[in-house]
């Protein structure tokens, strides 16, 4: 059974940094990738990480704020996110491809998701 559980969202004030992992299980796993969805909008890329060559994409909005980095061994993939905005406020949802290494902008692209966790930012 193939399952992707996120954890480590919360509430902190602007500025501050929350790391999210996302621990994915039942097999192995292509490119990962996390998205996010703040309330009326639409789902949203924020960044993703291929398996191989462990190259990485980001949204602008969170480039150089934003890491994501994975543990093959694990099959755990993480976002470091710092100085965190009011409107970085969503729930964040991790992704995984099947066999596909690559990594996708596009949330139809990604076979599997987790449950999502709230990340709430104070201003």
């Known amino acids: 059974q193939v399952q992707l559980v996120e954890s480590g969202g919360g509430l902190v004030q602007a500025g501050d940094s929350l790391r999210l992992s996302c621990a994915a299980s039942?097999?192995?796993?292509?490119?990962m990738g996390w998205f996010r969805q703040a309330p009326g909008k639409q789902r949203e890329f924020v960044a993703a990480?291929?398996?191989?060559?462990?190259?990485?994409y980001y949204a602008d909005s969170v480039k150089g704020r934003f890491t994501i980095s994975r543990d093959n061994a694990r099959n755990t993939v993480y976002l470091q996110m710092n100085s965190l905005k009011a409107e970085d406020t969503a729930v964040y949802y991790c992704?995984?491809?099947?066999?596909?290494?690559?990594?996708?902008?596009?949330?139809?692209?990604?076979?599997?998701w987790g449950q999502g966790t709230q990340v709430t930012v104070s201003s």
């Open positions: 992704a995984a491809r099947g066999p596909a290494n690559s990594a996708s902008y596009s949330p139809s692209a990604y076979d599997y």
């Open positions: 039942g097999r192995t796993f292509g490119a």
């Open positions: 990480i291929s398996r191989l060559s462990g190259n990485t």
